[in-house]
């Protein structure tokens, strides 16, 4: 019986969990439930019009995981402020991430200009019809156009959004992504399809639809910040100057560096994978579309507990109690893991009918279906490893999450995606499916060095 109980924690460990748990569970269920009616809308209009978007979609993917890599190094630092009660110290690693935010996006601002065209075309080379592939680049080409006026505004709700959470705030980011989302899913219906008297804009219109979200997501949670300095006392004279002394900023850019360059890569990892799917033809990015837009409504849990993990224990880590930070890692870790069974069981029985809800053709169907069965039964296993991610990078051991993380995307799953997917004729079904099953690897990694408690380390002594 002691050691079953191990594995568990007190109610109040629980209840103070979910406290900071929920409202990221929330916020990012309405978000990916909303981006599921946007995608099953543009689905409607045709496959080609899913996949294009699906495709630069991936591409805006990576600067999104790229600016969550560049705020994640200060948010290290946030949160470890946060248990020592420093208000100076919080307020200069918001001004890094406004930044380092800046930087990123004017980056990504000019590939998109000048080289959107060409990351698109890598993922219609496998396709046989010339009409086909001019016809899908056009409409990438247009929604890309449209969207690159939502990167700044969503910057800069990030770099406030993750301050709030790491300080204990969840609601609030919580209600400025239902805000969005209901903006989102309004201006979509009238938008893309033509209502109220509006042209239907299709890829053009939803691209509007996102735009106008994160405009109105950035106001809302700015807004609320700087009206409450006494609760957020940072916010006074956030901007009275930008000075970040050059210590702290050397150690946030020492720590940092290696998460943006994880998530930077990682992203272009799983980009590369789908461009290594895409080569057996349109259809298979088309129902990879439909999968993923399912699974990451049923890994808002899992993912919601990565970014409790690193929130509580780097608290605990920051107040200097290392023993309790170990304790909490470890009960989150097992509780992340169990939702992501009872998730997966879910998820593979509305998989059974998902894939209907799209104007597509069967075959797109029988894929999508496919992919989301292989899926739904391996969560337990992204579940873990992310966990364990989150547990590492919370003590500032970001070079080992880097190693851990992105480098094994890139030695691991591309190489072995390359290869099956150029190499032999296996199914695409069973390529998926061996490519997702290679994280039991990944696991056994992270379950070593976690134990190993090289993560217990306290950066704002």
């Given at each position: 019986?002691?050691?079953?109980?191990?594995f568990?924690?007190?109610?109040?460990?629980?209840r103070?969990?979910?406290?900071?748990?929920?409202p990221?569970?929330?916020q990012?269920?309405?978000t990916n439930?909303?981006?599921?009616?946007?995608?099953?809308?543009?689905?409607?209009?045709?496959?080609?019009?899913?996949?294009?978007?699906?495709?630069?979609?991936?591409?805006?993917?990576?600067?999104?995981?790229?600016?969550?890599?560049?705020?994640?190094?200060?948010?290290?630092?946030?949160?470890?402020?946060?248990g020592?009660?420093?208000?100076?110290g919080?307020?200069y690693?918001?001004?890094?991430?406004?930044?380092?935010?800046?930087?990123?996006?004017?980056?990504?601002?000019?590939i998109?200009?000048?080289?959107?065209?060409?990351?698109?075309?890598?993922y219609?080379?496998?396709q046989?019809?010339?009409?086909?592939?001019?016809?899908?680049?056009?409409?990438?080409?247009?929604?890309?156009?449209?969207?690159?006026a939502?990167?700044?505004?969503?910057?800069?709700?990030?770099?406030?959004?993750?301050?709030?959470r790491?300080?204990?705030?969840?609601?609030?980011?919580?209600?400025?992504?239902?805000?969005?989302?209901?903006?989102?899913?309004?201006?979509?219906?009238?938008?893309?399809?033509?209502?109220?008297?509006?042209?239907?804009?299709?890829?053009?219109?939803?691209?509007?639809a996102?735009?106008v979200s994160?405009?109105?997501?950035?106001?809302?949670?700015?807004?609320?910040?700087h009206?409450?300095?006494?609760?957020?006392?940072?916010?006074?004279?956030?901007?009275?100057?930008f000075r970040i002394?050059a210590?702290?900023t050397?150690?946030?850019?020492?720590k940092?560096?290696?998460?943006?360059?994880?998530e930077?890569?990682?992203?272009?990892?799983?980009a590369?994978?789908?461009?290594?799917?895409?080569t057996?033809?349109?259809?298979?990015?088309?129902?990879?579309?439909?999968s993923?837009?399912?699974?990451?409504?049923?890994?808002v849990?899992?993912?919601?507990?990565?970014s409790?993990?690193?929130?509580?224990?780097?608290?605990y880590?920051?107040?200097?109690?290392t023993?309790?930070?170990?304790?909490?890692?470890?009960?989150?870790?097992?509780?992340?893991?169990?939702?992501?069974i009872?998730?997966?069981?879910?998820m593979?029985?509305f998989?059974?009918v998902?894939?209907?809800?799209?104007?597509?053709?069967?075959?797109v169907?029988?894929?999508?279906?496919?992919?989301?069965?292989?899926?739904?039964?391996l969560?337990?296993?992204?579940?873990?490893?992310?966990?364990s991610?989150?547990?590492?990078?919370?003590g500032?051991?970001?070079?080992?999450?880097?190693?851990f993380?992105?480098v094994?995307v890139?030695v691991?799953?591309?190489?072995?995606a390359?290869?099956?997917?150029?190499?032999?004729g296996?199914?695409?079904?069973?390529v998926?499916?061996?490519?997702?099953l290679?994280?039991?690897?990944?696991?056994?990694?992270?379950?070593?060095m976690?134990?190993?408690?090289?993560?217990?380390?306290?950066?704002?002594?």
């Amino acid at each position: 019986m002691k050691r079953i109980r191990r594995f568990f924690g007190t109610r109040q460990f629980y209840r103070s969990m979910l406290a900071v748990a929920v409202p990221i569970m929330i916020q990012n269920a309405i978000t990916n439930f909303v981006a599921m009616l946007d995608n099953i809308m543009v689905g409607q209009i045709g496959t080609l019009q899913m996949s294009s978007v699906s495709i630069v979609n991936q591409l805006i993917f990576v600067y999104n995981l790229c600016l969550f890599g560049g705020v994640s190094g200060a948010g290290i630092f946030t949160a470890q402020f946060v248990g020592k009660g420093d208000t100076d110290g919080l307020r200069y690693t918001v001004r890094f991430k406004l930044w380092i935010s800046a930087a990123i996006s004017a980056a990504a601002i000019l590939i998109f200009v000048f080289a959107g065209p060409a990351l698109i075309g890598l993922y219609l080379n496998g396709q046989a019809r010339g009409s086909v592939t001019a016809q899908a680049m056009r409409y990438g080409r247009e929604y890309l156009s449209v969207m690159l006026a939502g990167l700044i505004p969503f910057a800069a709700a990030n770099v406030y959004s993750s301050t709030l959470r790491e300080t204990g705030e969840t609601v609030v980011p919580m209600a400025a992504g239902i805000l969005a989302v209901l903006v989102n899913l309004c201006l979509n219906y009238v938008l893309i399809f033509g209502h109220f008297g509006l042209p239907a804009m299709g890829v053009k219109g939803a691209a509007i639809a996102t735009v106008v979200s994160r405009f109105a997501e950035c106001f809302f949670v700015m807004a609320w910040t700087h009206s409450r300095k006494t609760q957020n006392a940072y916010a006074a004279g956030l901007y009275r100057s930008f000075r970040i002394p050059a210590g702290l900023t050397k150690d946030m850019l020492l720590k940092g560096t290696p998460l943006l360059l994880n998530e930077t890569l990682w992203a272009g990892g799983m980009a590369m994978l789908l461009q290594c799917y895409s080569t057996r033809g349109i259809d298979v990015v088309a129902a990879m579309n439909i999968s993923s837009t399912l699974s990451n409504i049923f890994n808002v849990i899992f993912i919601a507990m990565g970014s409790t993990v690193a929130i509580i224990a780097g608290q605990y880590l920051g107040a200097q109690k290392t023993d309790a930070a170990k304790e909490a890692a470890h009960h989150m870790t097992v509780f992340s893991v169990l939702c992501s069974i009872a998730a997966g069981i879910a998820m593979a029985a509305f998989g059974l009918v998902f894939p209907n809800f799209y104007n597509t053709a069967d075959s797109v169907r029988r894929l999508a279906a496919s992919f989301i069965l292989i899926t739904a039964l391996l969560m337990p296993l992204p579940a873990y490893t992310n966990a364990s991610y989150f547990t590492l990078r919370c003590g500032g051991r970001t070079l080992i999450t880097f190693l851990f993380d992105s480098v094994y995307v890139w030695v691991v799953n591309v190489p072995m995606a390359y290869c099956l997917c150029h190499f032999t004729g296996l199914p695409i079904v069973l390529v998926y499916f061996l490519i997702q099953l290679s994280e039991i690897l990944k696991c056994l990694i992270g379950y070593r060095m976690v134990k190993s408690g090289i993560w217990l380390n306290t950066l704002v002594k």
